[in-house]
Structure formats: structure tokens, C-alpha cells
């Protein structure tokens, strides 16, 4: 099964980001054989930004990111990462910049795409 799970909100502020890796990395977990794509667009890019410092006991997503990145695909809309200003070398290890018309492939040929 393909899955693509996209994710728009920011890392810390709502929920939402951490959700939707949660969900990934649960799901990778449960099924050996998924082949899944998580695609960071807008503020969400901010995911993989390395050097995140938290508090301890808080949830940090660079580390969350790490896990997906093992088994499955990470990618950020390379427009959003312009926007944000963010350069390759700030980006986490294993992920990559992505295109909208990547996307695009990427969501018909998914068996489920979720949104967070």
C-alpha cells in the first residue's frame, strides 16, 4: 500500500505536525511492507530544520523526522523553502526538496493521501 501523508502547519504552535508524524511513524511501524511519502509544504518545512531545541519532556520533530526518514520518504516543496528562506544545508539529513508537480504524481498514485 502507498501512502502520502502531507503536512502544512508548523512545527510547534498546534498539533498538527506532530499528528501527522505520529501517524507515520505508527503506521510504519505496523506495515513492513508501506511504502510511504511524507510531504512537508508551508510553514511545515520548519519540520525539518535541524538543531531543533526543546524542553525536555516537550516533543521535538527534527527527532520525530528521523524515524520517518529510516523507512520512508521525506520531502519539502522547494517553493515553501524559498519562502521561508531556509538553504539545503539547514534541511535534516534524508530529506529532499520536492516540486508541486512531484505532488501531483505522488497523490494519484497513493492508495490513501491524508492531510494534516
Request: charged share 25%; aromatic share 6%.
Amino acid at each position: 500500500m502507498k501512502i502520502l501523508i502531507i503536512l502544512n502547519d508548523p512545527p510547534y504552535g498546534t498539533e498538527r505536525s506532530y499528528n501527522g508524524l505520529r501517524l507515520a511513524n505508527s503506521l510504519l511501524k505496523a506495515d513492513e511492507t508501506l511504502e510511504l511519502t511524507v510531504f512537508l509544504m508551508a510553514d511545515a518545512v520548519a519540520c525539518a530544520k535541524r538543531g531543533q531545541q526543546t524542553p525536555d519532556g516537550y516533543y521535538n520533530l527534527e527527532r520525530m523526522l528521523k524515524q520517518t526518514v529510516r523507512r520512508g520518504s521525506v520531502l519539502l516543496c522547494g517553493t515553501c523553502l524559498d519562502a521561508r528562506g531556509l538553504q539545503p544545508e539547514e534541511i535534516l539529513d534524508g530529506c529532499a526538496r520536492s516540486t508541486m508537480p512531484e505532488l501531483t504524481e505522488l497523490t494519484l498514485a497513493s492508495d490513501r493521501v491524508l492531510v494534516f
